[in-house]
């Protein structure tokens, strides 16, 4: 599987989120981050429902929806219906992990479990032939801009193994400080998603951002030589 990239808008301009998004897609963002933020889970609050509709309307890409929200069982049927293709919940706020999971592949959409920087990978144990992709976060969520937390990079591969064991090929998401500094690290690490807010929308040209974040990630990815092809 090659990398993909999502692009998290809450770091581009909210008054001119088409653009933004176009921009991204330009450059090969394979799909859209959008961070939902409650106020409660989170310190921060950010978006909602309505808002996911409107950039359903122009995004060519999928949705790939991070709910940093403290009880994602009510909400996850109106982000469904709103557009999102990919739905994430985090393991912290879920005593009921395995129905949630469940409910959002039932809604049509890709099931996802977050994990945060001090939650260990043990908590996916029982759930890791369950999941649709495992969000592994690189810093503690609420904010972009935020500094990468070296330690995920070797959580990444922990998560992998896991995912592996239970003969699961679905993918780690990473989300939080990646840069093209780092990309390549984690990649190699075995994450083949890649989250990127600042490093995307914070530059003078988010298209050439995407592209170059790409380039940087595909050169984490293994060799393939004639002795492993
Ligand atoms: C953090 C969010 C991230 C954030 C990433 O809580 O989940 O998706 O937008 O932003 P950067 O790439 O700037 O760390
Ligand atoms: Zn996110």
């Known amino acids: 599987m090659s990398v993909l990239i999502a692009p998290s808008i809450l770091s581009a301009d909210f008054a001119a989120l088409g653009a933004a998004i176009a921009a991204a897609e330009r450059g090969g963002a394979d799909l859209i981050h959008v961070d939902v933020m409650d106020g409660h ?8 429902p309505p808002v996911v509709e409107s950039i359903r309307k122009v995004a060519r890409v999928p949705l790939d929806v991070h709910l940093m929200i403290e009880e994602p069982d009510r909400y996850i049927d109106a982000f469904a219906k709103a557009g999102a293709s990919m739905i994430s919940v985090h393991v912290e706020v879920l005593p009921h992990l395995h129905r949630t999971v469940h409910a959002i592949k039932a809604l049509g959409c890709k099931a996802g479990v977050v994990l945060n920087p001090s939650t260990p990978v043990a908590a996916l144990s029982e759930m890791a032939g369950d999941v649709d992709y495992v ?7 609420g904010f972009g801009g935020q500094t990468f937390i070296p330690r995920s990079a070797s959580k990444v591969a922990e998560v992998r193994a896991l995912l592996d064991r239970a003969g699961n090929a679905a993918p780690v998401e990473i989300d939080g400080g990646i840069d093209i500094q780092n990309v390549g690290r984690v990649v190699a690490a ?14 003078p040209d988010p298209e050439r951002a995407v592209r170059e974040l790409k380039a940087a990630a595909a050169a984490g990815l293994p060799t393939v030589t004639s002795a492993t092809r």
């Open 41 to 48: 889970f989170v310190p921060n609050i950010t978006i909602g």
């Open 135 to 141: 969000l592994v976060m690189s810093v503690n969520p």
């Open 190 to 203: 075995g994450a083949r998603m890649i989250v990127a807010g600042s490093a995307v929308f914070h530059t």
